[in-house]
């Protein structure tokens, strides 16, 4: 079972930049698809961006594509999400998830999930 540990929100102008990093605990953490989700106030948890296990498949919706950009380093057990480029409609939780076997843009896929770090982009 993985446990992840989301880090590097904060607050930001508009943009701005910052690298969000997703720990896991688990010593399979490279068989993992790992996926990014936000919910954003008053709003539905929504899709941001995944990567699968070998970091050679990511996508992205398409509001994020071109400013965001997903990584990972399975030697370090780390996802990281680089956002450029902030605007004031990125403000939200910023999620890590993980699931097995293929990539999803569901929420509803990924079984575990970290607790969130808060990204505020003020204009």
């Known amino acids: 079972q993985e446990q992840l540990v989301e880090s590097g929100g904060g607050l930001v102008q508009a943009g701005d930049s910052l690298r969000l990093s997703c720990a896991a605990s688990g010593r399979t953490f490279s068989s993992y698809v790992m996926g990014w989700f936000r919910q954003g106030p008053g709003k539905e948890r929504e899709f941001v961006g995944v990567?699968?296990?070998?970091?050679?498949?990511?996508y992205y919706r398409d509001s994020v594509k071109g400013r965001f950009t997903i990584s990972r380093d399975n030697a370090k057990n780390t996802v990281y999400l680089q956002m450029n480029s902030l605007k004031p409609e990125d403000t939200a939780l910023y999620y890590c998830a993980a699931r097995r076997l293929q990539v999803s843009t569901h929420s509803n896929d990924y079984p575990y999930w970290g607790q969130g770090t808060q990204v505020t982009v003020s204009s």
């Open positions: 990567i699968n296990s070998s970091g050679g498949r990511i």
